[in-house]
């Protein structure tokens, strides 16, 4: 039972448009959201956060938007570059540090 | 800062054979977990160190996985016997309450069961 979903396993955007990953969760105790960026043979590096009493959380080129309604979070990155492809994964926790990852989305930026 | 050191990066074993999977966490980090990448499952927490105690082994798949942390700059996770299944991507990561509310992954080990 996957309590974290990301029903995209892959996407390809153009460089300088805007990308848009997403990610869907059935646990509403869940209350604290991340994305993760991972590269081919490396591990996964922290991208952004968020945490439920927000909607939005910005930084930089990424922004993080959680609908807790819809128990759905997605991630945008405005414009795309070359240097983001990579795979993606968001993840979330109950107010521990048991994080549930999704399967995670590859994305490539095409120049 | 070195990071979250894993050792080795690569292992091909043949099946039946004990297998033991290393990490250094970050220094002062209290927290240690042990993550298993597949293609299908993507990444999946096998278990939760804090204060190098286990505090949640619920992932970890059978017993045949062990894992032990004895002080705080170590952990291993065992397989005793592999199986071809067990091949996949083991991550260690390790993190501090008092700080960020992420954790910091090691660069993996990628494991084969021939």
């Known amino acids: 039972d996957q309590q974290v979903k990301q029903n995209s396993p892959s996407l390809s955007v153009q460089e300088g448009r805007i990308s848009i990953l997403n990610c869907d969760y059935t646990?509403?105790?869940?209350?604290?959201f991340l994305w993760y960026k991972k590269y081919p043979a490396e591990g996964p590096t922290f991208l952004i956060s968020?945490?439920?009493?927000?909607d939005k959380n910005e930084d930089g080129r990424f922004t993080v938007f959680l609908n807790k309604s819809a128990k759905h979070l997605s991630l945008h990155i405005v414009p795309s570059q070359p240097g983001d492809s990579a795979v993606y994964f968001c993840?979330?926790?109950?107010?521990?540090?048991?994080?549930?990852f999704g399967t995670g989305t590859r994305l490539k930026v095409l120049a | 800062d070195a990071g979250v050191i894993q050792s080795p990066r690569h292992e091909v074993t043949e099946m039946g054979q004990e297998v033991t999977l290393r990490c250094k966490p970050i220094?002062?980090?209290?927290?240690l977990f042990w993550y298993r990448q597949t293609m299908m499952r993507g990444l999946e927490l096998l278990i939760y160190?804090?204060?190098?105690?286990?505090?949640?082994d619920s992932g970890m798949p059978e017993d045949r996985f062990s894992a032990k942390m004895p002080n705080a700059s170590f952990s291993t996770l065992k397989i005793q016997p592999s199986e071809p299944r067990d091949s996949a991507v083991y991550f260690c990561?390790?993190?501090?309450?008092?700080?960020?509310?992420?954790?910091?992954f090691g660069q993996g080990t990628r494991l084969t069961v021939v």
């Open positions: 990561a390790s993190t501090y309450p008092q700080g960020s509310r992420w954790a910091f």
């Open positions: 646990n509403s105790m869940f209350d604290y």
């Open positions: 968020i945490s439920s009493i927000k």
């Open positions: 993840a979330a926790s109950s107010g521990t540090y048991k994080y549930i």
């Open positions: 220094s002062g980090h209290n927290s």
């Open positions: 160190f804090n204060n190098n105690v286990p505090i949640d």
